[in-house]
């Protein structure tokens, strides 16, 4: 690790910070906000009050998707004469559905430490209280906003054995839970909203049962979908399903809207084959002279 000519080695601290209850900060987080050169932060105006609730006072300096191609290289640099420099988001770790993956990649091009601080996860927090199998879980972020483009992400999403984890906004999860009963099934599911927060709420069911429970009471504030994985039952029948690949890619292609190199993966995948077989298999049919 290159030393300095002041003496000391830039790095960069990537700090978990609470998503909603102040109490869920580590003792490790608080020392090392406290022994920053300087705090990089989405809004400084949300982090000022971490700060404050904890009596920290830290030159703050803004970095977000907005900025990030130029407040990238400025923060290098500081780091680069040495500064301690520590970036949080606006809840839970830093680059998880959030800004800062440039200034990762831009610190360890220039051969500075970047050292994980770990701590709070609404995905986490969610899939421990869900009642859903947590072994494996399948983290999908925030699924596209466009009705046809979210319809197409859940497609690729339609044979995923493990649990599915998605973040999503209360005005958009009406249409997203629809979509995903439609194109998923009605598959059980957990909503988790405003984890660790004053109103924290867990619901439990079917995606239809959760999408009756909205109708009668909407869901505000941050959303953590859960969704449990395809059944065995399901994945046996559409591996013996009478469709030929052929017809399955076509009906992909047709209704999800993928292209062709995308259907045969998918449709390879749901029959537990290879893709090189599947490739095979699909120019077989394709060359078969029609009845």
């Known amino acids: ?37 300087q705090i990089a932060c989405e809004d400084t105006r949300h982090t000022q009050k971490l700060l404050n609730h904890y009596n920290i006072q830290k030159s703050l300096v803004s970095y977000h998707e907005h900025n990030e191609m130029t407040r990238a290289p400025e923060l290098v640099l500081a780091m680069e004469q040495g500064a301690q420099i520590a970036l949080v988001s606006d809840a839970g770790m830093p ?18 430490p970047v050292v994980p601080i770990p701590g709070p996860s609404a995905l986490l927090a969610a899939l421990s209280a869900s009642g859903l199998p947590n072994e494996e879980f ?3 972020g925030f699924l596209p906003a466009r009705t046809g ?10 044979i995923e054995d493990r649990t599915i984890i998605l973040y999503e906004a209360p005005h958009r999860i ?48 941050e959303i953590t979908l859960l969704i449990g994985a395809v059944p065995p ?17 076509d009906e992909l292609i047709r ?22 077989a599947a490739y095979q298999e699909l120019h077989l049919d394709l060359s078969e002279p029609e009845a």
Do not use: W
């Open 1 to 37: 690790m290159e030393q300095q000519s002041n003496g000391r080695t830039g790095c960069l601290y990537l700090v978990a910070t609470p998503i909603g209850n102040l109490e869920d900060i580590t003792l490790r987080a608080l020392r090392i906000l406290k022994g920053a050169d």
């Open 95 to 112: 680059l998880v559905s959030d800004p800062g993956y440039r200034l990762v990649i831009l610190a360890l091009r220039h051969h500075l």
């Open 138 to 140: 399948l983290f999908a």
């Open 149 to 158: 483009e979210r319809r197409r992400a859940l497609e690729r999403l339609r």
């Open 174 to 221: 009406e249409g997203t839970l629809a979509d995903a009963r439609d194109v998923l099934g009605d598959r059980p599911a957990c909503l988790a909203r405003e984890v660790t927060k004053l109103h924290e709420e867990f619901r439990r069911g079917t995606l239809s049962e959760l999408t009756a429970s909205l109708s009668e009471k909407p869901a505000r504030g």
């Open 233 to 249: 039952e399901e994945r046996s029948a559409q591996r013996d399903s009478s469709q030929s690949l052929a017809e399955r890619v």
């Open 255 to 276: 209704q999800a809207k993928l292209d062709r190199k995308e259907a045969l993966k998918l449709a390879a995948k749901e029959r537990g084959m290879t893709k090189r």
